[in-house]
């Protein structure tokens, strides 16, 4: 990233799209910058990572692993724990203070929102492979409390592996690239303006918080209210309105079987606000493409089966399935080809890692460190003492790397050769992720479980079952290391926005990934003990959980493992815009005009569009992004001191409700007693 104080008028027309004054303003990054350095605004905070904040930090994160283990499992969503972790350890951490009279502020606050995501991000495998493998017969006839060993074990490799894994991704695409990640930036903003009251910058402060205050209880009371009335508080489905009215199927149809409807989704509201709308328009672009025009039109030919899905051979699958080839082709590309053109740090950050390296051998050697120079300058301006030592997270890296492999063998029979493989899969996969979730907030770690089986979908000489489980547990390490890899850079972003030392939320993480391994087991045994039917469906009665992840992971593996294929002409799509996402990336770095940057296609989010199968979410994008512009048109000043207040209120408040409405449901209370605008007989809620 540019430097924070001054950068060119390029720059900042490619990141933030404004197009006014571009010469002599400096950006809202600087001005957010420059006020966390004012001690008049922020108090001087001696030690960053505290074991307050840490602990605290994780207890709220065991609180979202709690929830996400049961939403996972009910409709295969679930929800980050920043801005949880922001708001809450604000109140715990700030009441403690004054208890004690000790200082407290927003960067301790950040301390304790990385613990937070640590620990309530750990879910992903326990709504996915795991459960797959018992439904599929693949543990014998073992239960998880037969199991607990190996899932501990199981649990140690994705909570450590996946943050050792993401600290050199830093540089790329917090640094250099820049990108938005919304929620961790809406995450920043949220603590920031807790702490800004009474401060010399008071009525921006006041400002600020009333902004996101509004915001955030909008968008809460919002989401809550739509847990009893699904229909108009959450989704309005006028185009089958529309087509009913017209007496047209295909219009009708285009809601009910395609998902083209409108959601009050606030939090995806707040995410297009702060997404530039080259991104959106493509995410848009794709979205239509996938399930607006060609999905649609190959159902009705009889080649594909309809929107989501995968269907078992002999059927050549959903538009889900059939798109999903060339949408993470496009975007794996796309990513790579994001990180050769930038060479140069490219060739630093690998210089940097073997030099790390070496001087770690001969720090075990007792031998004096080597001494590194070279000329090339880095946009970081953190502090060398509050950056993470290359010898920690190689040296992580590499024990929890071999601790992965051990574990995979000798408790889940999968090759040693399989394991390297999909360590080196995920690492390139993790860039994939990274990228989209930089972009759009939507870390697409299905569609990199997908690719994962798709590679690992024949072992020689392996009986079928050992087949599958290389295949689950593969596409499980690679999902893991995805998710852990996402949150720690947002966190790392998060603490660049607040001038907080990335050191500091390593140490949170290692902290919180204790507390995610020491819950996550429990849990899982807990919700498979008193719902059996997770991991039996055919179990007689109603299962109260559909496992919509885990159903998916399964039909995968199935069909990946046995007569299944990717159609001939979905590899040649997919051929075709991996070629056009490498030629893309360097025109526009290359050739493109600085001031066309800003417009040009993103075919990374427009091979997002590709894997996701609701229309509803990039629809919420643009309706936060067009809302943002007519304000940016309006009132320039006033979108550049408060649009990001009102985005971290939108994102928290529908995190927050999703809590809430996961606790009532849990509590036993009905969802959506009230049905309005649900279509007939309420076949749309």
């Keep these: 990233m540019a430097e924070k104080s001054k950068y060119n008028t390029t720059e900042k027309s490619e990141r933030n799209e404004y197009t006014q004054e571009k010469a002599t303003q400096l950006t809202e990054d600087s001005l957010e910058i420059s006020n966390l350095t004012d001690q008049d605004e922020f108090v001087y905070e001696p030690h960053q990572f505290t074991w307050r904040a840490a602990i605290v930090g994780s207890l709220l994160g065991c609180v979202v692993a709690a929830s996400n283990l049961y939403l996972g499992l009910k409709i295969g969503w679930t929800f980050g724990a920043a801005l949880w972790g922001s708001i809450f350890g604000f109140l715990v951490l700030k009441s403690l203070s004054r208890f004690t009279g000790s200082v407290f502020g927003p960067k301790e606050n950040t301390v304790c929102q990385t613990a937070a995501t640590a620990s309530g991000g750990l879910s992903s495998g326990f709504v996915t492979a795991i459960p797959a493998m018992y439904r599929m017969g693949l543990m014998k006839d073992r239960t998880p409390s037969d199991d607990v060993v190996s899932l501990l074990l199981w649990t140690m490799t994705a909570a450590f592996f996946g943050t050792f894994f993401a600290v050199p991704l830093r540089s790329h695409f917090v640094i250099n690239q820049d990108l938005v990640f919304p929620t961790p930036r809406a995450a920043a903003e949220t603590i920031k303006n807790l702490h800004r009251a009474g401060s010399a910058a008071a009525k921006d402060a006041r400002d600020a918080g009333r902004a996101m205050m509004i915001s955030f209880a909008t968008a809460m009371i919002w989401a809550i209210i739509g847990f009893f009335i699904p229909g108009i508080f959450g989704t309005i489905h006028i185009l089958y309105y529309i087509g009913k009215a017209a007496n047209y199927t295909k219009m009708m149809n285009a809601d009910a079987e395609w998902g083209w409807a409108f ?62 080839w060339p949408g993470v082709g496009m975007m794996v590309f796309t990513a790579f080809t994001e990180l050769g053109v930038r060479y140069e740090s490219l060739k630093h950050g690998i210089l940097s890692a073997v030099h790390g390296g070496r001087n770690l051998i001969r720090k075990l050697q007792k031998k004096e460190a080597l001494v590194r120079s070279s000329d090339y300058v880095s946009k970081d301006t953190t502090p060398a003492h509050e950056m993470i030592p290359a010898s920690w997270w190689l040296s992580g890296l590499a024990v929890s790397g071999i601790f992965t492999i051990l574990v995979m063998y000798f408790y889940f029979d999968v090759p040693v050769y399989a394991t390297i493989g999909a360590i080196i899969l995920s690492f390139m996969l993790a860039f994939v992720g990274l990228q989209a979730s930089g972009e759009t907030d939507i870390n697409p770690t299905g569609a990199v479980a997908k690719v994962t089986q798709l590679v690992f979908s024949r072992v020689p000489g392996a009986d079928l079952a050992t087949v599958q489980k290389t295949n689950l547990m593969c596409a499980n390490i690679a999902a893991s290391v995805c998710s852990q890899s996402v949150d720690m850079v947002g966190d790392l972003k998060t603490a660049q926005l607040l001038n907080a030392s990335p050191k500091a939320m390593f140490w949170a993480q290692m902290v919180g990934s204790v507390f995610a391994v020491g819950v996550a087991i429990p ?114 000043r006033s979108h550049e001191r408060l649009m990001y207040s009102v985005s971290a209120g939108l994102i928290s408040g529908v995190g927050i409700a999703g809590l809430l409405n996961a606790a009532l449901t849990i509590g036993g209370v009905e969802e959506g007693p009230v049905r309005v605008g649900c279509g007939d007989d309420g076949i749309l809620c």
């Design 263 to 324: 959601t009050w989704d606030w939090a995806f509201f707040g995410a297009g606000l702060m997404t530039p709308g080259s991104t959106v328009f493509s995410f848009l672009l794709g979205e239509l493409i996938a399930f607006g025009i060609a999905g649609p039109l190959m159902t009705s030919a009889g080649y594909l089966t309809g929107r989501g899905g995968f269907p078992p051979p002999p059927a050549i699958g959903s538009a889900q399935s059939w798109f999903l």
């Design 523 to 636: 849990l899982f045994l807990l919700y498979t003990q008193a719902y059996p039917c997770v991991l039996n469906p055919n179990l007689p009665g109603k299962c109260q959980f559909e496992a919509p992840s885990v159903v998916a992971w399964e039909n995968v593996c199935k069909i990946l493992t046995g007569d299944g294929s990717i159609p001939r002409e979905s590899m040649i799509l997919t051929i075709v815009l991996c070629i056009l996402g490498v030629v893309n990336v360097i025109v526009r770095v290359k050739f493109v005009p600085d001031a066309w940057k800003s417009y040009w296609i993103n075919l990374n989010a427009v091979g997002l569009g590709f894997i996701n199968p609701s229309p509803s979410i990039v629809f919420a994008m643009l309706v936060g992004w067009t809302a943002g512009h007519i304000w940016k048109r309006t009132n320039i």
